[in-house]
């Protein structure tokens, strides 16, 4: 049974903690708010858990950092020159085709008059392609950190044999280059500790009340009378009134124990795959910035997928050869020593770009789509209202 309870034997549990005065029989209770509030250690002491055998290093609440990845049984197998790639050029788009991406992207705009777009005459339109190389590293990594939850009876098994590494226990991988996580249980971690938030009582006193079980009453302000000398209805004269928090027992059930008294205790294994990606935008000399290539795609003119994928070779811009090899190299020292490379995959994707000028009003103007969206920049549209001027 939980030593708080509604008797008054138990009532008065605890009275360096929670400021408890026994009352006299038949008198009121009061109490003495203590000078600070213990609200109890927030997290648990070292002391609560066990030492597990491959887990020295767990701590609780923070995990124990990135776990290593044990070297493997066998070489791992050595990365292949991805195959040859055939020459791609993508055709300049048309007259049309630039007038009605235009149009499009003035409609978008709400601020935005249309008639440049319908009725402006082109006078030019220059391509400029540039290729994209995409280097992605699919890595799995695992933390581990000690985590507790009320005991209701689960299984204790910590001890019946030793726990499995944290690179032994099986986890099902979900498909290339999609992110995903999962926590597990270790197996033969779990045991049953006393609560370290109620000291095993299951209880804690009753923040609202500070323990008392009672509170002032808030009609007559703790004087037991109103209007002079009527009794006050409310808390029939004695100047306090149940507390409606813990329904005047003066403690509540513990938040962490659930009033269980006992926490069972254990190693979670948290397991992540993260698609690592870095990406090489080839330099152009069209004016368009380079950061609104990030949202469009190109015509992809190379793929190469292996576990350990082998820098390009051979392609016609040499600024991509070098930097397959700069992100392939990084991405191995950077994610080999705290991960484990699950896959890679290189691409390059050619983007077209193409530069429109174009007469409206007797003077000249310019504009940009680019992608296989056929996306427009125009920053100096020429009609505009008052309204985007002010934003």
């Not at 927030?42 to 776990?67: I, K, N, Q, W």
């Not at 007797?362 to 427009?376: D, L, P, T």
Request: charged content about 15%; glycine content about 8%; some cysteine.
């Amino acid at each position: 049974s939980f030593p708080f309870s509604n008797s008054s034997q138990n009532r008065n549990y605890g009275i360096a903690h929670s400021g408890y005065v026994p009352a006299a029989q038949g008198a009121p209770a009061m109490f003495h708010p203590p000078a600070s509030e213990s609200p109890g250690p927030s997290a648990p002491p070292a002391s609560m858990f066990d030492s597990m055998p491959g887990y020295e290093g767990t701590v609780a609440g923070g995990g124990g950092g990135f776990l290593p990845p044990p070297m493997p049984a066998y070489p791992a197998p050595q990365p292949e020159p991805g195959p040859d790639q055939p020459h791609w050029n993508i055709p300049s788009i048309t007259e049309d085709v630039a007038r009605e991406a235009f149009i499009q992207f003035a409609l978008r705009h709400c601020c935005y008059s249309s008639a440049p777009a319908k009725d402006g005459v082109i006078t030019s339109m220059q391509p400029f392609n540039t290729y994209r190389y995409r280097l992605e590293t699919f890595t799995e990594s695992r933390s581990t950190e000690w985590s507790h939850e009320p005991y209701n009876g689960q299984p204790v098994d910590a001890y019946a044999q030793p726990p499995p590494g944290p690179w032994d226990i099986p986890a099902k991988t979900p498909s290339f280059f999609m992110a995903g996580k999962q926590i597990i249980k270790v197996p033969y971690t779990s045991s049953v500790k006393s609560c370290h938030m109620c000291l095993g009582m299951g209880r804690k006193p009753c923040r609202n009340c500070a323990g008392s079980g009672n509170k002032v009453c808030w009609v007559c302000n703790g004087s037991g009378l109103r209007q002079g000398h009527q009794q006050c209805h409310h808390c029939h004269g004695r100047g306090r009134e149940n507390c409606n928090s813990c329904q005047g027992r003066g403690s509540r059930p513990c938040d962490t124990c659930r009033g269980q008294q006992q926490l069972l205790v254990y190693i979670n294994l948290t397991i992540e795959w993260t698609n690592n990606s870095d990406d090489y935008v080839v330099e152009q000399s069209s004016g368009l910035q380079m950061k609104n290539l990030s949202k469009v795609s190109g015509k992809e003119v190379f793929r190469d997928s292996q576990h350990m994928v082998y820098p390009v070779m051979g392609f016609p811009d040499r600024t991509v050869v070098l930097a397959a090899q700069r992100l392939v190299s990084e991405h191995q020292s950077k994610y080999f020593q705290t991960s484990r490379i699950i896959q890679q995959r290189q691409t390059i994707e050619l983007i077209p770009i193409t530069k429109v000028t174009y007469m409206w009003k007797q003077k000249s103007h310019m504009f940009f789509v680019y992608g296989n969206e056929f996306a427009v920049n125009a920053e100096d549209y020429p009609a505009t209202c008052c309204c985007c001027a002010i934003m």
